[in-house]
Nanobody, 126 residues
Framework: QVQLVESGGGLVQAGGSLRLSCVAS????????MGWFRQAPGKEREFVAR????????YYAESVKGRFTISRDNAKNTVYLQMNNLKPEDTAVYYC???????????????????WGQGTQVTVSS
């Protein structure tokens, strides 16, 4: 069982930055690939970024590539999402998620993740 708790969301002006954190419980955090997803009102949950269990490989949605960076610190059971040059269209609830899947193709799909956090709101004003 893994419990995930996100933090770091808030209100920021367009062009600003935020860093989201996701702290995991349990001693097997380093076994899990981690992902960040987001969901805006009236829209489906969408993939943002993912990172392998070792942190060696990352992958981003085209809409955030070059602006967002995912990283992890297995010693702290924490995964991060650094978000720079934020845009109003980045406004959403952001969720972190954990999976034991090793399939690169699967790691961008919400259904591939077993554990989810409660989400943190990010609001970007224009």
């Amino acid at each position: 069982q893994v419990q995930l708790v996100e933090s770091g969301g808030g209100l920021v002006q367009a062009g600003g930055s935020l860093r989201l954190s996701c702290v995991a419980s349990g001693r097997t955090f380093s076994s899990y690939a981690m992902g960040w997803f987001r969901q805006a009102p009236g829209k489906e949950r969408e993939f943002v970024a993912r990172i392998t269990w070792s942190g060696g490989t990352t992958y981003y949605a085209e809409s955030v590539k070059g602006r967002f960076t995912i990283s992890r610190d297995n010693a702290k059971n924490t995964v991060y999402l650094q978000m720079n040059n934020l845009k109003p269209e980045d406004t959403a609830v952001y969720y972190c998620a954990a999976t034991l899947s090793r399939s690169a193709a699967a790691l961008s799909r919400p259904g591939s993740y077993t554990y989810w956090g409660q989400g943190t709101q990010v609001t970007v004003s224009s």
